[in-house]
């Protein structure tokens, strides 16, 4: 179980890594099996773990312990220099960075969807956790693709700020109190100002594309998941001023012929699917989304000219929970160092 074992979160003091060690408290783990590890800035830094206070330590080589499992909540270039030593000392690591995202030979995982790759892989090794658009749309689209088959699928996203991290999220702030006040403030987190504005991903844009580095990750990713590397998906990425929890709305063309009844009745039987109907459940928003474990599905259309295989839906998930650390944890509940999960 997961209460056993010896877990590391490293980048503990982000957004990722806090909400890592919340859902680490939720899930009944000991105090006294976490080990927490940042930059020098945050060395130092206490983590408040239910009635006990947690210690961030400096990463370094010398410092890496000895552990069951190490949730990376930090950046590429740390994932690519400290999760191999991680592992060579005997962790589990779950990357959510992209470092490893499209290695081959690293699985890339959403467990609702492939936790039989994790099967051919029953010593240390590195795992890497997909990008939240990415989880949030699988997650949501998996349960009509077992059972109608997939096509094509086309996305937008509506991005929130906390994606881009704390410093984000207080830009936000900022600027919203900043435009009521008649106050301008230049942008520092994003290329734009984010108060009261929408506007295209800040990710490069490949000039040969046009596709902005998220859209091209959900692609990838999706494709890689799936297993279907032929797969058309045609994403818009989007960000929004909002604190917490993307939305998206999905276009997916089906194999199968399928109605509305249909599509509706496999979302609500879906493990991470809490299906919206405006009745039993509440529309799906970011608000209802922010804190939740599922991914919230609403609003299912069929497009009348498809002959049955053309549906649109709406989609709404917590990205610092189901797109990152909750993701990153049920994979490690899943692995052979402890209990499988029930997800």
């Not at 998941?225 to 909002?242: E, Q, S, Y």
Request: glycine letters at 6%; hydrophobic letters at 45%; one cysteine or more.
């Amino acid at each position: 179980m997961l209460d056993q074992l010896r877990i590391a979160v490293v980048g503990a003091s982000g957004a990722v890594g806090r909400e890592a060690i919340s859902i680490l408290r939720e899930r009944g783990v000991p105090a006294a099996k976490i080990t927490l590890f940042g930059s020098s800035r945050s060395a130092g830094e206490s983590v408040e773990y239910g009635s006990d206070r947690l210690v961030i330590r400096a990463l370094s080589e010398e410092s890496v312990p000895s552990c069951d499992v190490a949730l990376f909540c930090a950046d590429a270039d740390t994932a690519r220099e400290f999760a191999p030593i991680f592992v060579a000392r005997g962790a589990y690591v779950i990357d959510n960075s992209s470092a490893f995202r499209l290695d081959s030979a690293v699985p890339l995982i959403v467990p609702e969807i492939n936790t039989d790759q994790l099967h051919a892989n029953d010593s240390p090794c590195i795992i890497a956790n997909p990008n939240c658009s990415t989880i949030i749309m699988l997650t949501a689209l998996e349960p009509i693709r077992r059972a109608f088959g997939v096509r094509s699928v086309i996305v937008s996203t509506y991005q929130a700020v906390s994606g881009a991290g704390i410093a984000a999220i207080d830009e936000l702030r900022t600027q919203t109190r900043a435009v009521l006040d008649g106050i301008v403030i230049a942008p520092s987190v994003f290329p734009v100002s984010c108060g009261w504005n929408v506007f295209p991903h800040e990710s490069a844009i490949d000039p040969d594309t046009g596709l902005c580095g998220e859209e091209e990750k959900m692609i990838a990713e999706s494709r890689r998941i799936w297993d279907h590397h032929n797969l058309a998906i045609v994403p818009t990425c989007v960000r929004v001023p909002v604190m917490r929890a993307h939305s998206q709305s999905i276009t997916i063309e089906t194999d199968c012929r399928a109605t509305v009844a249909e599509i509706e009745h496999v979302l609500r039987d879906a493990p991470g699917v809490r299906f919206c109907d405006g009745v039993a459940h509440p529309l799906a928003t970011p608000i209802h989304a922010t804190g939740q474990d599922d991914v919230l599905v609403g609003r299912v259309r069929e497009d009348v000219t498809s002959n049955g295989r053309r549906f649109s839906l709406w989609v709404c998930g917590d990205q610092l929970r189901k797109g990152a650390a909750l993701n990153a944890v049920q994979i490690a509940e899943c692995l052979p160092v402890g209990a499988p999960a029930h997800v």
